[in-house]
């Protein structure tokens, strides 16, 4: 018995764990989603189309760049993933806030295995081959799809900025 509670605390207190994780990384994306539709820029071109909503997967780096968390949000243009856009930005906690930093994003086309950028991103080869394979992984998650009214609603825990913006 007692043999038995000791394999399944740790794989309890595992599955919490990873529980908590995906939590953490949903606001993440609910997060940065809402940067993508209320800056002035209109990421997501929700305000032009009046799309009632988005439909996005991510995929997380917290090694490429030193001392920085990066989330890639990928908008899928149809439901077979077939075109889209890509957006990089840059996230910190600072207290109970998270702000989010757009720093590139790019448009995209699928066909098998091939990613190629119809709107290319700012920084050249290395960037682009980042983005290639944040789209990789995002392609390996699920869609999920956020209400854009929902979205535009003030996010008290999230400060939005872009490299447009510091202009």
């Known amino acids: 018995m007692m043999l038995k509670i000791s394999i399944?605390?740790?794989l309890m207190l595992c599955s919490g764990l990873a529980a908590h994780s995906q939590s953490n990384s949903s606001e993440l994306?609910?997060?940065a989603s809402h940067c993508l539709v209320v800056e002035d820029t209109d990421w997501f071109s929700v305000q032009k189309?009046?799309?009632k909503s988005v439909r996005v997967s991510y995929a997380i780096d917290t090694v490429s760049y030193p001392r920085e968390n990066t989330i890639y949000v990928v908008a899928y243009a149809d439901g077979g993933r077939a075109s889209g856009k890509?957006?990089?930005l840059i996230y910190q906690q600072k207290g109970r806030k998270t702000i989010f930093d757009v720093q590139n994003n790019g448009s995209?086309?699928?066909?098998?295995?091939?990613?190629d950028?119809?709107?290319?991103?700012l920084g050249g080869v290395w960037t682009q081959a980042h983005l290639v394979r944040a789209i990789t992984r995002a392609g390996l998650r699920p869609e999920v799809l956020f209400d854009v009214k929902e979205l535009s609603a003030t996010f008290p825990s999230v400060?939005?900025?872009s490299y447009v913006s510091d202009k």
């Open 117 to 121: 950028f119809v709107d290319p991103p």
């Open 49 to 51: 189309s009046h799309a």
């Open 159 to 161: 400060t939005c900025k």
């Open 8 to 10: 399944l605390f740790p």
């Open 108 to 115: 995209f086309t699928r066909s098998g295995n091939r990613i």
């Open 86 to 88: 890509i957006f990089d």
């Open 29 to 31: 994306l609910r997060g």
